[in-house]
Every structure is written in C-alpha cells, then in structure tokens.
C-alpha cells in the first residue's frame, strides 16, 4: 500500500516537471526576481496517513546586493484520510550581506494522535489501539530565530517559541496516566532564549559544502506567562562535502536536552521529517534525546559542457542510514532505534529541491514531501 502511494506521489509530480523551467537555462535575472512555486500532491506518515497537501516555495532576493543569499518562505496546508488538518510555514530570510538571519516554524495541527507515556519501553511496547494510545490533538507553535553576524561565520542572536497542546478525547489509559494527571492537558508555554552559531555552510537550505554547530538555549517559565518552569538545550553539529559534481556526502549529529519541570508536551521526541524518517512523530520522547545520520545525496548528469565539466539535470536521489536514542539523561542512552530511507529530489528552482523521502524504522515506515533537505 505504502510504495502505491510513492508512485502516486510521483505521478501528482510529472506534469509539473514536464513544464518546469529548466534551471541551466535560467539566467542571471532570476536573482533579482520574485519566484513562486505551486505544488498539489498526497504524501503518507505514520501519524496523518494518507494526506493531501497543497502549497509551495516562494524565493525572493532582499534589496539589489546579488551577494545576499536568496531567501525562501515554504508554505503547505494539508487535509488528511483521518481527519488531520495542517497548516506549515518554514521562512528562511536573509538580511543585507547575510549579515542578518531570520528564520523560524509557524504551524498548526489539529488531528487525531497517539500517546505511549515517557520513555522508550513505553514507546516500544504499548500497543497502538483507540483504547490504550488514541486521543485528539489541537497543536500551534511559533518558533522565531534572529541571528546577526559577529565576526565571519560567528552568529549569535535571540530566540522565541510560544506554543499550545490542548489534549481531547482522552482513551482509557491515558486519563490514568500520571502525567496528564499531574501537569494537565491543556498546555501553553513561551520561552526566551540564545543562539549561537559557527556556519561556514555556502547555502544553508540545500547545502553541498560547509558546516553549522549550533548551540541554543530556551527558557520557559512563569515569567514568560508558561505553567512550567524549565529549559530545553539544543546542541547540533552538520558538515557537507561535495565528492564530485552533483554527489554530496552530509552528516549530522544533534542533541535535544531538557532539564526541570518539562511537560509532557514538550519533551524531546524522535520522529519527523527533519530527524529519524520514518518514525511516528511523538511516539519516542523523554527528557534527552539524541541522533546521527549520515546521508548520500546524488544528483543526474545530463550531459557535458564544451569545456567537458558535466552539467547536472534538475532529479536526483538521496539514500541515507542514522540511528537515535532517548531516555530520562544522556548517560543512560542505551536503547538504539534503528532508521534508514531513500528519497527523490527534483529542483523546483536553482538549488531549491523538493524532495520525497520513504524512511524505515523499527517496525515503522514514513513516506514524507518537503521542500529543501532534511538538514
């Protein structure tokens, strides 16, 4: 069933590449120019199933300084089999010489979910039915980052998350569980913290060279209006190195860690299109969590230039293998999920790529569309 809708994703698809502008063919024009791109395809994960979404990537350049990376706002809304709704915006937008960055989440879903407790054995073992893990989830997030250059590839800026879990139609083991108990259902927290970052990365949504370390600390508590009183720590490193023309090999590994009062809500989880694909979103979540994925990205040649150099077509695939854990602190990782995938991308713009993973977990798949990488 699964690998029907692969193939129907892919054929939503075709007319669009048939008509798509061939990017080696655009000249310098685009740079200045606002661009929008349309999309109208199904995709499938473990949490919505079987989903349609529509939206796309606008691009657009700030101000007339050519240096300036181009900045891209992609947007999708999404309407699934089980009743998911879905409404997605990535924004990715750069000041003048890149010296300023803005980039962030808005999303809001509102669907049916499911809960396995806190921790991995709950996570592994609780048997997904309407009775033991089913219940309905209103969810919106805002999620701002503001950087600016200090010295070369040195950033460091502010950041602000405010965000809403209100939990309904409670199953039956569920309303015993001692975390919704005790910290509640209906859940708002606002947070306040840092970002740091070291990017030497040449264009950070599809990168083919360069690296980022990451730093950010977030706090919430009831001087930013939240229930909870706690701290949400994320250290992250990537690196990309171009092989030869249109291969590129990427890695990442990333570090989600909470200390205090962390509601259940808002522990770090395991599971999306941007970590271990393939996941339900939601399932595997605890105070500290943690993954490694390295990833082989391999663009098509089409032909070669007069001078010989090979000129790459707009399709390509991407395979990649990772694994993560979870657990109440990081000195006690000691069960691994396993994950692994291959995907393909198509660029929908220069160096903007939509792209259409199938991820395998443990006992669990995911088919995802997107648009830039995964990291």
Do not use: C
């Not at 395991?270 to 595997?284: E, K, P, Q």
């Not at 077509?313 to 995938?341: C, F, I, R």
Request: glycine residues 8%; proline residues 4%; positive net charge.
């Amino acid at each position: 069933m699964k690998i029907r809708i692969w193939l129907v994703a892919i054929s939503f698809l075709i007319p669009y590449i048939a008509i798509s502008q061939d990017v080696n063919s655009i000249d310098s024009s685009y740079r200045t120019k606002p661009k929008i791109t349309p999309f109208l395809v199904p995709s499938y994960s473990p949490e919505v199933k079987l989903i349609i979404v529509a939206g796309g990537i606008f691009t657009f350049q700030t101000g007339t300084d050519l240096d300036t990376k181009r900045s891209s706002i992609p947007f999708n809304v999404g309407w699934s089999t089980n009743n998911s709704k879905e409404i997605d915006f990535r924004p990715v937008i750069y000041g003048r010489n890149n010296n300023i960055r803005f980039f962030g989440r808005m999303v809001l879903k509102d669907m049916p979910d499911h809960y396995y407790g806190v921790g991995y054995f709950n996570a592994r073992d609780t048997k997904t039915s309407d009775s033991t893990t089913l219940y309905h989830r209103f969810w919106w997030q805002t999620d701002l980052n503001f950087v600016r250059r200090v010295r070369g590839p040195l950033f460091a800026g502010i950041r602000f998350d405010f965000n809403r879990t209100k939990a309904t139609e409670l199953n039956e083991q569920m309303v015993m569980d001692e975390r919704t108990i005790e910290e509640g259902t209906d859940i708002q927290n606002s947070g306040v913290g840092f970002i740091i970052q070291y990017d030497t990365r040449d264009f950070e949504v599809n990168s083919k060279s360069g690296l980022l370390l990451n730093l950010s600390s977030t706090f919430y508590g009831k001087l930013f209006n939240s229930r909870f009183n706690y701290n949400l720590l994320v250290l992250e490193y990537r690196q990309f190195k171009t092989v030869s023309p249109g291969r590129v090999l990427a890695w990442t590994i990333k570090i989600n860690n909470g200390s205090g009062n962390v509601p259940w809500t808002e522990l770090p989880k395991l599971g999306t299109a941007f970590d271990l694909r393939g996941y339900r979103n939601g399932r595997y979540r605890d105070k500290s969590a943690g993954f490694g994925i390295v990833e082989y990205r391999h663009t098509f040649r089409k032909s070669k230039s007069a001078e010989g150099a090979p000129r790459l077509s707009k399709h390509g695939l991407v395979v990649w293998a990772g694994t993560g854990s979870l657990a109440e602190s990081m000195d006690k990782w000691n069960q691994w999920l396993p994950n692994y995938g291959l995907g393909y991308r198509f660029e929908v713009q220069p160096s903007i790529n939509a792209r259409l993973d199938f991820g395998f977990g443990l006992q669990s798949t995911g088919f995802y569309i997107n648009f830039n990488e995964a990291f």
